[in-house]
Every structure is written in structure tokens, then in C-alpha cells.
């Protein structure tokens, strides 16, 4: 272990050696700790009637649920952290979890190819929305090149897309970097984002 004297007034400051966790505070601790299980396929490290640490990986716990009294409903408007996103390995995986929450009534409100990413975002049963996602590009140089892109540059949104079409071309034998190769909608802003007020929950 290194323990010689670092330079404080080094710049810029040292990155963190990765993310490891986010904590949600919630007044509707059940439902929320529920929902995170199913849609991460996550398990307890901990969980008491206010607390519960889940993980689904090496992690000890990569979301936090803690019951804290007074907390009020979010709204869609509020300011704040936008979203927490997840990666998947391919966009067949990404599909299939799309398939999986499908069937316990979680569904997106938003499905979008924003050219440096595959994504579907989905609320939470307090509002807070949450993005899985697959990489586009096989290089971080090649998902850099876009974003530098006129393309980008002209739309960094993205253009919607069906899950239920690209599962079917997908069967279809159609290959994964044709489907996900964004196609040309124009200029895009900000207000074509969704701002959806209720979970994306059924049943």
C-alpha cells in the first residue's frame, strides 16, 4: 500500500475508484424496497422495518432504502438528481429485462436510442426515474467520436424506439449493431423529453 505523502495541491483532484451506491429516502419504504428487488433482481445484504441494503453484485449493497419520517412526494418538476442508470452487456440483455419486468407490470415510459446508448427509462414507486441502458459503440474512443458528432450535436436526445419491434426484428434474425445504429429525426431539445407525474407501474 502506498503511504508516501500525497501533493494536496495537485490538479485536478484524484477521481474516485468507482460509484458505489445511492441511497433513496422514501415514506414508502415497501413498495419502494419491492420494486427495487424486482427490478434490479437484487437481494437484502440488510433489512430491518426502515433499512434495507440491496445488492446484485460483488458490492455490499448498491442501493439503499432508508424509511425517514416527514419525507413528502417528489414532483416532476423538482430539482435534484435526474436519474440513476444501469448497463447491460448487450442489448439482448437489456430486452430480456425489459421482458422480465414486463411480466411483473413494470413497464417504461420512455424507450430511446440516444446514439452513444440504447436506453428505457422507468419510475420508481416514488417518482424517481431510472434508466437501464447497453452501449452502442464497442470503444469508449468510438462513443466519444459521436458525442463530439454533428449528429449529436444536432439532436442529443435521441429517437424513440419500440421494445416489442426490436424484440420481434431481433427474432427475426436482424443483428444488433443494425437495430441499434441511430437513424436521423433532426434537431431535437429538451422538450421532447417525458415528464411523466405517475409510477410506470401496473397491478
Not at 424486482?38 to 445484504?45: E, I, K
Not at 455490499?60 to 430539482?79: E, F, L, N, S
Amino acid at each position: 500500500m502506498d503511504t508516501k505523502p500525497q501533493d494536496a495541491t495537485a490538479s485536478p483532484v484524484m477521481s474516485p475508484a468507482k460509484l458505489a451506491h445511492v441511497v433513496f429516502r422514501t415514506s414508502n419504504f415497501k413498495p419502494m424496497v419491492n420494486f427495487y428487488k424486482t427490478f434490479l433482481g437484487a437481494h437484502a445484504a440488510y433489512e430491518n422495518e426502515s433499512l434495507s441494503f440491496l445488492t446484485y453484485d460483488d458490492e455490499h449493497h448498491r442501493i439503499a432504502i432508508a424509511q425517514v419520517p416527514g419525507t413528502t412526494p417528489k414532483g416532476p418538476a423538482t430539482a435534484g438528481m435526474d436519474h440513476v442508470s444501469f448497463t447491460f452487456n448487450t442489448l439482448n440483455d437489456l430486452l430480456l429485462a425489459y421482458k422480465q419486468r414486463k411480466a411483473h407490470g413494470i413497464l417504461p415510459f420512455w424507450s430511446v436510442n440516444h446514439g452513444p446508448t440504447v436506453s428505457m427509462y422507468y419510475l420508481d414507486p416514488d417518482g424517481n426515474k431510472v434508466e437501464t441502458q447497453v452501449d452502442v459503440f464497442e470503444t469508449a474512443e468510438d462513443s466519444k467520436a459521436f458525442l463530439s458528432s454533428p449528429a449529436f450535436a444536432e439532436n442529443p436526445f435521441g429517437v424513440e424506439f419500440k421494445p416489442e419491434d426490436w424484440i420481434t426484428r431481433l427474432e427475426n434474425g436482424e443483428h444488433e449493431r443494425v437495430l441499434m445504429k441511430r437513424g436521423n429525426v433532426g434537431p431535437r431539445g429538451p422538450e421532447s423529453i417525458p415528464m411523466p407525474s405517475v409510477p410506470a407501474i401496473e397491478g
